[in-house]
């Protein structure tokens, strides 16, 4: 049974930094596409990017390109979201996904909470 546990949420100062960690359990990591998706206060979750299972190549998706950057340590078997340059807008609850091939993303994290205020 594949099981995720996000970490490092909390609360930032706007145009601080904040690193998550999503630690797999279960699973290869490397046998899975691992994601981050976020839920901003009275909105859709929204997905943040990807980090491919084979390559280890990570992708995030604009506006967050260039301050978000997704990694993994296989080692560890964990996933991470650096986040740099904080906005306001960056407040939500932010969660780790993971799928398998052909699949949907089906396992998911319980999310930690991050807030930025100014």
């Known amino acids: 049974q594949v099981q995720l546990a996000e970490s490092g949420g909390g609360s930032a100062q706007a145009g601080g930094s904040l690193r998550l960690s999503c630690a797999v359990s279960?699973?290869?990591?490397?046998?899975?596409?691992m994601a981050w998706f976020r839920q901003c206060p009275g909105k859709a979750r929204e997905f943040i990017g990807d980090i491919k299972w084979s390559s280890g190549n990570p992708e995030v998706r604009e506006p967050m390109k260039g301050r978000f950057t997704i990694s993994r340590d296989i080692t560890k078997n964990m996933i991470f979201l650096q986040m740099n340059s904080l906005k306001s807008d960056d407040t939500a609850i932010y969660f780790c996904a993971a799928r398998l091939a052909g699949e949907d993303y089906s396992y998911w994290g319980q999310g930690t909470q991050v807030t930025v205020f100014s």
């Open positions: 279960g699973r290869q990591l490397t046998t899975m596409g």
